[in-house]
């Protein structure tokens, strides 16, 4: 008869699974705020934005940073 396996391996997912549960969630990235507009070129037109000028495109970039900092904020404050 074959020895029994060993379930260490078993406690070590159920550990790395409880582990993770716990940890912060994840940052948010620039993307999913990009995303939420049906994309980048609907985001920049949203804000009146010009997707060939590199001013509006840093400003952009600018705009959806500061929508991820106020999430973030908004987050801590449990709001």
């Known amino acids: 008869m074959p020895p029994k396996p060993n ?3 078993t406690t070590n ?3 790395n699974a409880n582990a993770t549960a716990t940890a912060s969630k ?10 939420s507009y049906g994309g980048w ?3 920049m037109h949203s804000h ?3 997707t060939w ?3 509006d495109v840093d400003e952009g ?5 500061a929508m991820l900092e106020h999430d973030r904020l908004d987050e801590e404050e449990g709001k």
Do not use: C, Q, W
């Open 7 to 9: 379930n260490a391996a």
């Open 26 to 35: 994840p940052k948010p990235s620039l993307n999913s705020v990009y995303k």
């Open 61 to 65: 970039h600018r705009i959806a940073e």
């Open 13 to 15: 997912t159920n550990a």
């Open 48 to 50: 009146g934005l010009k």
């Open 53 to 55: 000028d590199m001013d």
């Open 41 to 43: 070129p609907n985001f």
